[in-house]
Nanobody, 117 residues
């Protein structure tokens, strides 16, 4: 399974960006796709996740500003990010975790999001 992320860029405070992530290859049908982000010197943190059944979870920082969406019957997700703040600046990574034993997990290459003040 390979994950291809796209959509990062530079935006001013209050602006919007939309990230996309498409998985290619055969992923187990029961899975969770997520967006994580990481800044230098910090651990990677979960931003939002969505299961194949469209159960959604957001971090506290993403609630009310970000919306994760999953295309039906596809391992493709989008993250609509509105009201962006400088503290949202990070490299955003797409993740797919299969509900298998053992768990299989895949990461995309990361896409830079920079919010200028």
């Amino acid at each position: 399974v390979q994950l291809q992320a796209s959509g990062g860029g530079l935006v001013q405070t209050g602006g919007s960006l939309r990230l996309s992530c498409a998985a290619s290859g055969s992923a187990f049908s029961i899975n969770v796709m997520s967006w994580y982000r990481q800044t230098p010197g910090k651990q990677r943190e979960l931003v939002a996740s969505i299961t194949n059944g469209h159960n959604i979870n957001y971090s506290d920082s993403a609630k009310g500003r970000f919306t994760i969406h999953r295309e039906t019957f596809k391992n493709t997700i989008h993250l609509q990010m509105d009201s962006l703040k400088p503290e949202d600046t990070a490299v955003y990574y797409c993740n797919l975790r299969e509900s298998t034993t053992p768990v299989n997990e895949y990461w995309g290459q990361g896409t830079q999001v920079t919010v200028s003040s």
